[in-house]
């Protein structure tokens, strides 16, 4: 439902509609839309040229829920000490990324890491078990005995955690949500971005055993540089926010899982989606080195724009300072529509 900031919560939608002469609402079989006549147009051009993420060679899971951040999130200095109580510590303290840590084309790690305890440990690989268990108690204390004593004095809270569960299916000392099923989805090459936003904040990674809280999302799976740089792009924002998402907010955006897998993207072909991955791979070497982005970022918007076949009028509701955005490339309306994608790739920005 698009409406403009105009409409008061009480209004009569009936009037509202009739007054700013929208067009009939679109209408499926799980929703309807009210829009203006452009937004809608461009709406359902990006939906008939994508291909919903769900229908994508990729996964997207959210995620550690630890139940209890006290107890398992800590800081560097704490590592240090359980580390220097017991070496074997080392083993199960994991780099972790908050939501707010998550930004575009970029994480900033806070020196924050995880005690990364599954249902079951030590015994977590033994599908026998299947509910609390004493016997992995026991062998937890024994063999990891600085951090079983670090979240023994948390133990009153740990306990009080999901009742129906903690203590039932799992031990007390265990992590609430552990990505049982998908946990070395972290030692993988993952998109990784924060639920709740105010732009479009996904970021790439290839750290190995750096996890996420659950107020954040990771991506596995073929093509993710390229399905990076669209996410991150301004039609995706756009079409995300004003279609798909959860309103919270003015600016807010919430990137929920079964929201993201309805979104459609462009599926390219293999030659196409390198030109967009060129890109982001000089993004990310920019960032990472403190250097501005933004003439390569919005030359991946141009170069979404020219993916979706879009025309001035549709570039333009998107973003709004489009003009400037082709004068610093030395670009207007006229001459963009003449260029092909492999000639935005070539861009520089003045």
């Known amino acids: 439902l698009s409406f403009q900031k105009d409409y008061q919560k009480d209004d009569s939608i009936y009037d509202y509609v009739r007054e700013k002469q929208f067009p009939m609402p679109a209408f ?29 060679d990729i996964s997207i899971n959210y995620g550690i829920k630890t139940g209890f951040n006290e107890a398992f999130i800590i800081s560097g200095a704490k590592k240090a000490e359980l580390i220097e109580q ?25 020196d924050e890491w995880l005690i990364f305890i599954p249902w079951h440990f030590p015994l977590h690989k033994d599908p026998s078990i299947q509910g609390a268990s004493l016997e992995a108690e026991k062998l937890f204390r024994d063999e990891y005995p600085a951090i079983y004593r670090h979240l023994e004095g948390y133990k009153k809270y740990l306990s009080a ?12 000392y265990a992590l609430q949500r552990c990505a049982a099923t998908y946990y070395e989805d972290f030692e993988k090459e993952r ?34 540089k390229y399905l990076l740089a669209l996410l991150n792009s301004k039609t995706i924002e756009y079409i995300f926010k004003t279609y798909y998402s959860v309103g919270l907010g ?15 993207i462009y599926m390219a072909d293999k030659d196409m989606m390198q030109l967009f991955e060129s890109v982001v791979n000089s993004v990310l070497a920019n960032r990472s080195n403190g250097i501005d982005t933004q003439p390569y970022e919005d030359q991946i918007d141009l170069m979404v724009y020219k993916l979706y076949d879009l025309n001035y009028e549709e570039m333009r509701l998107i973003d709004p300072n489009l003009d400037q955005v082709l004068a610093a ?11 092909s994608l492999e000639d935005l790739q070539g861009l520089s920005s003045h």
Do not use: C
């Open 28 to 56: 499926s079989a799980d929703s309807w839309v009210i829009s203006d006549a452009l937004s809608l147009k461009l709406k359902t051009k990006i939906e008939a040229m994508g291909t919903p993420l769900k229908d994508w």
């Open 86 to 110: 017991d070496p074997r510590s080392a083993e199960i303290i994991k780099p972790v990324l908050r939501g707010k840590d998550i930004g575009r084309y970029q994480a900033n790690f806070a």
């Open 161 to 172: 955690r999901n009742k129906a569960e903690t203590g039932i299916r799992y031990e007390w």
């Open 191 to 224: 998109i990784i971005f924060q639920e709740l936003t105010q732009e479009s904040s996904f970021t790439h990674s290839s750290m190995p055993s750096l996890f996420v809280l659950n107020t954040a999302y990771i991506i596995t799976g073929n093509h993710l």
């Open 250 to 264: 003015e600016n807010a955006i919430r990137w929920l899982n079964q929201h993201m897998q309805v979104l459609p």
């Open 329 to 339: 490339f030395g670009l207007d309306a006229a001459s963009f529509a003449q260029l």
